[in-house]
């Protein structure tokens, strides 16, 4: 089993749905939870991360971590197609020096207009 | 402040041959990581550097290698290419590494024929 595992897609979606984004993982080390957001032709870029159970928002982003169940999601309301990118997410255990980044396959979003 | 450049963007080689890709940090940054993304694996951690030494390193084979200047640049070496190496390499700067944000670069895009 891999650590993290995340819905597998595409996924399409009409302008102005809400997107409901999830990954599962099996490390009970991992503290950092993480969004990334991944336009073709660039890099990962960070939108949003959380250390504690519960929602965070941003704007129409909400990131909600359950540790007991082991789940993270994002849900992007009012979806536009400037949203339509490959979304990871991502972890991190906290062991200082030795933590590192391990991310999920990542799901390809598409926003019709 | 200027972000993460890679050098070159894209590359075309042969099975057999080697290669090496460079990555310059956000100013001031001293911790790199380099990360290889594929369809089929995701985004997959290759090594961390942090003031010119490897401090963590993911599950590779020992063709692929790294090193840091004192300057924080770093680059990435690929001996003996395989066609499973194809792929896009990214690196990605932090202040100390283990913080919750990374920022990548673009990334380099190395096709193995």
């Known amino acids: 089993q891999k650590e993290v595992e995340q819905d597998p897609g595409p996924l399409s979606v009409p302008e102005g749905a809400i997107v409901s984004l999830n990954c599962t993982y099996s490390n009970s080390a991992f503290q950092y939870f993480m969004w990334y957001r991944q336009y073709s032709r660039k890099g990962p870029e960070l939108l949003m991360y959380t250390y504690s159970s519960g929602n965070k928002e941003d704007g129409r982003f909400t990131a909600q971590v359950d540790k007991s169940s082991k789940y993270i999601s994002l849900f992007i309301r009012d979806s536009q197609p400037s949203d339509s990118a490959t979304y990871l997410c991502?972890?991190?255990?906290?062991?200082?020096?030795?933590?590192?980044?391990?991310f999920g396959k990542g799901i390809t979003l598409s926003v019709r207009p | 402040k200027a972000g993460v450049t890679q050098t070159p963007r894209y590359l075309i080689k042969t099975r057999g041959q080697q290669v090496t890709l460079s990555c310059s940090p956000i100013?001031?940054?001293?911790?790199v990581s380099w990360y290889q993304q594929t369809p089929g694996q995701g985004l997959q951690f290759l090594f961390e550097y942090f003031s010119e030494t490897q401090r963590n390193k993911g599950n590779f084979p020992g063709r692929f290698s790294g090193r840091q200047f004192s300057n924080s640049r770093s680059e990435m070496n690929v001996s003996t290419l395989e066609l499973g190496d194809s792929a896009l390499y990214l690196c990605?700067?932090?202040?100390?590494?283990?913080?919750?944000?990374?920022?990548f670069g673009p990334g380099t895009r190395l096709t193995v024929l």
């Open positions: 100013s001031g940054h001293r911790s």
């Open positions: 991502a972890m991190r255990t906290f062991t200082g020096a030795n933590s590192k980044l391990t």
């Open positions: 990605a700067s932090s202040p100390s590494g283990g913080e919750s944000e990374q920022f």
